[in-house]
């Protein structure tokens, strides 16, 4: 399940999931090998949340809704922010 430390707390991925910009629909992942698009087809993601998941299609399409959490009793939930901004880095250096 992957994982990631920001502001020193560990993330755990429990959703994998985008929304397109476009179609304004959602695809979300339950598995390795479910491979999901919107209903425009512009972004899809597959892996579910297994450690080779993936973003697929139009970063311009692309906004990333998957939820992660922090272990324990009372979790936190990773903000958003920092999935938005994962996916700007990705557009600035013109990767997918
Ligand atoms: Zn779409």
């Known amino acids: 399940m992957p994982s990631l430390v ?24 339950f598995a ?5 698009t919107c209903r425009c087809g512009a972004v899809a993601v597959d892996g579910g949340i297994g450690p080779a998941n993936r973003v697929i ?10 939820v992660w959490k922090t272990e324990g009793p009372r979790p936190l939930t990773l903000p958003q922010a920092y999935l938005d901004a994962h996916i700007d880095a990705l557009k600035r250096r013109g990767q997918n």
């Open 6 to 29: 920001f502001e020193g707390r560990r993330y755990v991925q429990r959703t994998h999931a985008v929304e397109c910009l476009q179609c304004r629909t959602r695809a979300q992942s």
């Open 57 to 66: 299609g139009r970063l311009d399409c692309v906004r990333d809704i998957s």
């Open 32 to 36: 390795n090998r479910h491979f999901v």
